[in-house]
């Protein structure tokens, strides 16, 4: 019999943690061993009856932006429910796309974020990090529609096709085309890139496309990324020279194509194509930007297409170099193709629904690569996120063994300030040992240092709690 309870809290805190009702569903499991298990499940969100929350027993989702419905599918419908806005606010998880999301939308009921596409500038991760909410991304799932425009951008940067497209449109609208165009076709001239060197900054996903592709059209390639992964470097043409920084990959280069993710900060990408590097490129060289506009210092861009005969070719909106003649800026195509918001909406939700219902992350921007085996049949799973200090593996582990509960399967790891675990439990409890499940969960969150925990275990969406600031959000 499903017992269901509302609890209002009022806790004055900041953005959404200013009022959050829990909403307990109690329940016995039914578990093999000696002595069964009593647990509580929660649901999060704000003051309000239970009964209009959604649908009690599915994981709710919330979007930001129009998200492929392709991959919407991929949530089976009988666990998940989607909408796009939570009137109740007892979202889940989060995907979107270009949304600027703000730590005030996120509700003190969210698990994760995932963002369908590569970058992840548009959500405030290091705050989710404090939070202890994973971030997720969908590396590789534009990479294919990106690499396909740097080579058109390539063209763009080739031959003034843009220009000769606007002259076309005046002469027709004159009526002078046929008599002006074989004589004004000089106007436009341009150079084959066969046998021209391009120069790749950052060999991810998009980089090694574009330079297989570039190599098969006749281009010599050089590249540099400090952190290439073997994966990536395996996808490389076997001729591509690797260069040892970006001022010695451009140097010689007739294009160059920027692919590195912007990362604010000391030590990070802002401007990092600036007075320096421009310095070292060929005065008649084009780029081609369809990584991030902010990786690019337009002042020093304007000086060096002002001084020669360079082309900037950018996916990005510039407010100084918007009417240059020497530059073509685009409204941000890169990944807007039905394929690639297909395939990123797809990994997103795959992504969510793995780690919702599993503990399993993968692609996370923000928290470490975890995965166990599937639990043992009867077994409890439960996961925890702690701040990556001194101890907290021995705290959380204390806690079963205080009550007589054994772990059959653990995994602890860490990524910078955060630690997750994910911990399969026996539900039966050694002799003299007892324990309230609900009990125990408060118990574990609480420990200073443990940020969330959740119990992955019964009706979709509930078992979650929350450690902020020393209050129990449940």
Not at 233 to 247: E, G, H, N, V, Y
């Amino acid at each position: 019999m499903l017992a269901r309870t509302v609890v209002r809290v009022s806790q004055t805190n900041k953005g959404r943690f200013a009022s959050v009702a829990a909403r307990a569903f109690t329940s016995t499991a039914a578990v093999s061993g000696n002595v069964p298990v009593d647990f509580e499940h929660f649901s999060s969100g704000w003051d309000v009856d239970s009964s209009a929350v959604g649908d009690i027993g599915k994981y709710h989702i919330e979007t930001f932006n129009k998200i492929s419905p392709q991959g919407l599918a991929r949530f089976p419908s009988e666990k998940y429910e989607i909408k796009e806005d939570w009137e109740q606010n007892n979202a889940h998880a989060i995907l979107l796309r270009s949304h600027k999301l703000q730590e005030s939308e996120v509700d003190v009921s969210i698990r994760a974020i995932a963002r369908c596409g590569a970058g992840t500038n548009n959500v405030p991760v290091a705050r989710m990090t404090e939070l202890g909410i994973p971030v997720f991304n969908t590396p590789g799932a534009n990479a294919n529609a990106v690499k396909e425009l740097v080579i058109c951008g390539l063209f763009l940067g080739s031959r003034r096709l843009i220009q000769g497209i606007n002259h076309m449109k005046s002469l027709g609208e004159q009526g002078l085309a046929k008599e002006r165009v074989e004589k004004d076709k000089a106007m436009f001239g341009g150079r084959e890139i066969v046998g021209k060197t391009l120069a790749i900054i950052g060999m991810g996903h998009i980089g090694a496309a574009t330079a297989r592709e570039a190599s098969a059209l006749g281009m010599n390639c050089v590249g540099y990324d400090p952190a290439l992964s073997i994966e990536s470097a395996l996808k490389l043409p076997r001729d591509i020279q690797i260069m040892d920084s970006i001022s010695s990959a451009v140097s010689n280069a007739d294009y160059i194509s920027l692919n590195i993710p912007y990362i604010k900060g000391e030590g990070g990408t802002h401007g990092i194509i600036g007075k320096d590097v421009i310095s070292h490129m060929k005065n008649d060289a084009v780029v081609l930007n369809f990584a991030r506009g902010e990786l690019v210092d337009s002042e020093a861009m304007k000086d060096f297409l002002d001084n020669g005969s360079g082309r900037y070719i950018s996916d990005f909106p510039d407010e100084l170099l918007w009417n240059h003649e020497n530059v073509v800026l685009l409204p941000h195509l890169g990944a807007s193709t039905e394929e690639a918001e297909e395939t990123a909406a797809a990994m997103a939700a795959d992504t969510i629904q793995a780690y919702l219902e599993h503990g399993t992350i993968k692609n996370s921007v923000n928290f470490p690569a975890a995965a166990l085996p599937d639990r043992e049949k009867g077994s409890i799973r439960l996961t925890v996120v702690n701040k990556n200090i001194p101890g907290m593996l021995a705290t959380i582990s204390e806690v079963f063994a205080t009550h007589g509960i054994n772990i059959q399967q653990q995994i602890n790891v860490s990524r910078g300030d955060v630690a997750y675990n994910v911990i399969d439990v026996d539900p039966n409890i050694v002799e003299g040992g007892s324990v309230d499940l609900k009990d125990l969960q408060k118990e574990l969150t609480m420990h200073d240092g443990v940020l969330s925990s959740r119990i992955l275990f019964g009706r979709p969406g509930v078992g979650y709690a929350r450690n902020i600031n020393g209050q129990y959000f449940v």
